[in-house]
């Protein structure tokens, strides 16, 4: 009997050492090894993630005319860089942090389940937010538009304020705020990305040479483009289309001319202003819309006279 306890107490020993051991070098190597394996995820992730934010700092269209928008554009997308490492590591802390619980004898099945409940919310309660988030995502990473260009969503137009991954913020010439989700926009017009257009039609009368009138609005147009205080603002040399159009009260001709961006309606106006002055200069008539007036006759509202005018004068 007493052999026999004593090799029932070594077994147990040698039990407790298997567990204990476990307890000491098994589970901390596999939670080591958990932590090794997400932080190479990480890397491999982050490195993708560099990859993404260099093409997005290139850009989708060349900045031919100006450095403003690529610094802008490489600062929003270091910033997106930067949110989705964020993203990233929240995701494997999360995965990872629930698998070195299981190793701790935690019961993991609820935080699952938990989890899964969770998703399944998110998805049928938010999923507008979820389709705003990747807009804006894609949005900013593409460079669509940015604070400060003029844009055309559809529903609203003005000056974007403010762009974030769940709303942009314009603001239209009236004054008026437009909060506007970004997966409600279906396209954007941007109208001060790379560069712009100004488009100016020219109203004459029927009367006037057309040759003529084209000659002059080139040489003013000309005198526009070659001027030094618009030398960096008019990028080509202005073309002259010819007739654009033909009505009953006069002929319309357009002029284009190429520009830096948002400076098109500056341009378009002082081109206005040159056109007015050379117009009157060289005596050609602009066409306006002529009124007769016919007076009411004394009669009107009244009884009608019952004699004519040469009875009358007879009388």
């Known amino acids: 009997m007493g ?22 070098i098994g589970k901390p190597l596999a939670i080591l090894g958990l932590v090794v394996l997400a932080l190479c995820i990480r890397w491999v992730l982050g490195k993708l993630v560099d990859r993404i934010v260099r093409h997005a700092e ?10 403003g928008t690529a610094t802008r554009r490489v600062q929003r997308a ?12 929240g995701v494997l802390v999360a995965v990872f942090g629930t698998m070195i619980l299981g190793e701790l004898g935690v019961n993991i099945a609820p935080i699952i389940a938990s989890a899964g409940i969770v998703g399944v919310a998110l998805g049928f309660g938010a999923q507008s937010l979820v389709k705003d988030f990747l807009s804006g995502v894609f949005m900013i990473f593409e460079d669509q538009y940015g604070v400060g260009d003029v844009v055309d969503v559809g529903d609203a137009s003005g000056t974007v304020e403010a762009v974030s991954l769940r709303v942009t913020r314009l603001r239209d010439q009236s004054g008026t705020v437009w909060y506007v989700p970004n997966g409600s926009i279906l396209k954007v017009g941007n109208m001060s990305q790379n560069w712009a257009r100004a488009v100016v039609d020219v109203s ?22 070659q001027d030094d205080d618009f030398h960096d603002v008019v990028i080509e040399e202005p073309e002259v289309t010819g ?38 200069h060289e005596g050609i008539a602009m066409p306006f819309t002529q ?8 009669y009107a509202g009244g009884t009608a006279p019952t004699t004519t005018p040469s009875e009358a004068e007879e009388a």
Do not use: C, N
Request: charged fraction near 25%; charge should be positive; proline fraction near 5%.
């Open 58 to 67: 290139e850009g989708v269209l060349p900045d031919r005319f100006s450095t």
């Open 204 to 225: 004459i009368g029927y009367g006037e040479d057309l040759a003529r009138v084209q000659r002059v609005l080139k040489d003013v147009a000309r005198d526009l483009w």
């Open 78 to 89: 270091k910033t997106m860089g930067d949110l989705l490492k964020s993203i990233v590591t």
């Open 243 to 280: 007739v654009e159009t033909m009505t009953p009260d006069a002929i319309t001709v357009r002029v284009l001319i190429k520009t830096a961006p948002m400076r098109q309606w500056a341009i378009a106006r002082e081109l206005r202003q040159r056109i007015k002055a050379r117009f009157d």
């Open 291 to 298: 009124k007769v007036l016919f007076p009411t006759p004394p």
């Open 3 to 24: 052999a026999m306890s004593a090799l029932t107490a070594v077994f147990s020993a040698k039990t407790d050492w298997h567990h204990v051991a476990d307890v000491v």
